[in-house]
């Protein structure tokens, strides 16, 4: 799931990717909560995000302290790339921020060097409400037991369209429509059009998570991979013909236009991103856009999920409870999702969600796509991450990307994805 406000998530990935290969010597050690003294208690959090992000969160904290005079915030924010490499070197020193911002791509890796607190007994003391989640996002972070973190917003695939387009070439997307539907559609697009049908999924891992979920399988299991070439190869071979045929976008055109988005800049049709992503395309692009559902392979499954960011504690702390107070705050008050909006994905509790009505179209868009997609009841829980999935990830799209370029065979392609996934996975 990611995060990282639209960046090239290839490079951010490579380099949150760096790993803490110095974490394990940090061994896991937290207070009893509060000062002792009953004077104030201090609590550090650390974040990503732009500026925008950081003068939002910062509004939260000031709220947070007027209603909690004892507990003091101090704040500390960088970009997504530079937050993950000072957040290895804080917690391979022993000294990591009291909560961060995380993700479910993370959970097992920093689980797995005892970096990150069990919320469950500060909720079982009353510390951590964890009442009142939107469906999908119950138990979001539980990893063997344990509650490793708790979601602030959500966020699942899409497909954005440019609605003119697809209008043009007579394709309507429904809930329920097939792959097959899809591809007839995207035909449809480059005949009438001539611009390709869609920029290219083939190295969007959670894509291809859903299309594998749809078939009884999933990109991860707990603790390896859920798939091997048998499914791959034939995946990436077709997508290799239809970039050749122009289907799918010219890769070339794509890797010169980055940053920018390939739909908001008119080469192509539609692409599957995060839904909350979809309001940058209204920012960069000149066109309507839309979230259209996500296509199945039997007409029903859809194998989604909700992803989230969320807010973690760190198992250093000596301040336990006072970190699961500011957390149930971040999650629950009503003023802090009008404080923080969207900025974070769909707020991730009722009372949260209930409270602010986002005005302008492409948030309201976002928060109707995930209302009928769990109306609908195609929300299924999270495929667990195992520690090392963010590298898989980089590799899984670096390699679909020189795959399209023409840099290597399917069938090379496939043997170095899965050789350099073995290496991650081994290693984490």
């Known amino acids: 799931m990611s995060r990282n406000d639209g960046m090239d998530r290839r490079q951010l990935l490579k380099l949150a990717g760096l790993s803490a290969a110095g974490l ?9 909560g509060g000062s002792g003294s009953g004077g104030p208690v201090t609590i550090r959090h650390s974040w990503w995000g732009a500026d925008d992000r950081a003068k939002k969160v910062q509004s939260c904290v000031a709220l947070f302290e007027k209603k909690h005079p004892k507990i003091k915030v101090k704040t500390d ?8 490499k000072k957040f290895n070197t804080q917690a391979a020193g ?16 920093y689980e797995a060097k005892n970096v990150l607190l069990d919320l469950k007994p500060q909720a079982e003391k009353g510390n951590l409400d964890l009442t009142g989640f939107r469906s999908g996002l119950e138990k979001f972070a539980e990893i063997d037991g344990k509650l490793l973190g708790v979601p602030v917003g959500s966020n699942s695939m899409a497909l954005v369209i440019d609605e003119q387009v697809y209008e ?20 449809k697009i480059k005949s009438s059009q001539g611009i390709a049908g869609d920029s290219g999924p083939h ?16 990109f991860f299991t707990d603790d390896g991979m859920g798939f091997g070439e048998a499914e791959l190869l034939p995946y990436w071979t077709e997508a290799l013909a239809r970039v050749e045929s122009g289907v799918y976008a010219d890769q070339k055109k794509i890797e010169q236009i980055k940053p920018a988005l390939p739909v908001a800049r008119g080469i192509s049709g539609g692409e599957f991103n ?18 259209a559902p996500i296509p199945s392979t039997d007409g029903k499954r859809t194998g989604q999920y909700l992803g989230s960011l969320m807010l973690s504690g760190t198992a250093r702390t000596k301040h336990p409870a006072e970190v699961a107070t500011f957390i149930s705050f971040m999650t629950h008050d009503p003023e802090v999702a009008r404080i923080m909006g969207y900025d974070r994905g769909v707020p991730a509790t009722t009372s949260q969600f209930e409270a602010y009505e986002p005005t302008d179209a492409p948030n309201r868009a976002v928060a109707d796509f995930e209302t009928k997609i769990a109306d609908a009841d195609l929300l299924e829980p999270i495929t667990p991450h195992p520690a090392g999935a963010d590298v898989v990830e980089a590799a899984f799209l670096r390699i679909g990307a020189d795959l399209s370029l023409g840099k290597a065979s399917p069938k090379d392609a496939v043997k170095q994805f899965f050789s350099e996934a073995k290496t991650a996975l081994a290693s984490n």
């Open 168 to 187: 043009n070439a007579g394709v309507t997307p429904e809930i329920g429509w097939t792959w097959d539907d899809w591809y007839a559609g995207l035909q």
């Open 274 to 291: 995060w839904d909350n992503f979809s309001v940058r395309y209204s920012a960069e692009g000149k066109g309507k856009y839309g979230l």
């Open 94 to 109: 022993g000294n990591p921020p009291d909560v961060i911002q995380n993700a479910v791509t993370f959970l097992r890796k």
């Open 77 to 84: 924010f960088q970009q997504y790339p530079d937050f993950w």
């Open 203 to 218: 190295g969007v891992m959670y894509l291809y998570d859903l299309i594998l979920r749809q078939n009884g399988k999933a």
């Open 24 to 32: 394990g010597l940090t061994a896991a050690g937290c207070g009893s």
